[in-house]
């Protein structure tokens, strides 16, 4: 991979898809649910952007299976009665060790429901655009659950061109389109619902 400043080598874990979803990036943020069933999960996402306007992406896969991989942005399930922007906020500095952040608006909402860790999560997924003048490695993961520690192997900062070109799966699955989009244009006016992903 070219470009990578701040790779957390070994295994920190989370969910795939994202939590921004589990199979679609979820690495870290499905895995502190509560049991799911019929529940969606509420869960924030963040969109973080260096002065270079890299995005950084977290790399995750199968806890039981380490072939089985996937990128995805910071992010998580809601606890007790904060915020999205606060549980935005308190995931990026528990996964990324990254606390010097100006959080922006939500720039896109969406549905997606993946199998992770043998089991299903349906969550309801807010985006937001952060920024931050940090330009060195990143810290590294500060607190994660078990489940995120078996899942999540490492961090890195991803230009558009980048994230254009790549082969691997990445999650959500448009952020290339979206990331170049926001770049160009600046944040939607109101947040882009976008299209449900059912993996």
Request: hydrophobic share 35%; with cysteine; proline share 9%.
């Amino acid at each position: 991979m070219t470009s990578a400043t701040g790779s957390v080598p070994g295994g920190t874990g989370s969910v795939p898809g994202g939590t921004g979803s589990a199979a679609e990036g979820d690495v870290g943020g499905a895995a502190d649910a509560a049991e799911a069933g019929d529940v969606v999960r509420q869960v924030a996402r963040v969109i973080l952007l260096d002065p270079e306007d890299r995005v950084l992406l977290m790399h995750g896969h199968e806890p039981d299976d380490p072939t089985d991989t996937w990128w995805f942005t910071p992010g998580g399930g809601l606890e007790g009665d904060e915020t999205r922007a606060q549980a935005a906020l308190r995931e990026l500095a528990e996964e990324t060790g990254l606390t010097d952040v100006d959080l922006g608006p939500v720039l896109w909402r969406r549905h997606c429901s993946f199998p992770f860790a043998g089991r299903r999560w349906d969550q309801d997924e807010w985006y937001y655009l952060a920024r931050t003048r940090h330009t060195g490695p990143v810290p590294g993961p500060q607190a994660l659950t078990p489940l995120e520690t078996r899942s999540l192997s490492g961090l890195r900062w991803w230009t558009s061109a980048e994230l254009s070109a790549a082969h691997e799966t990445v999650y959500p699955i448009r952020l290339a389109e979206l990331l170049r989009t926001l770049l160009d244009e600046g944040p939607p006016s109101t947040p882009v619902v976008l299209a449900p992903e059912i993996v």
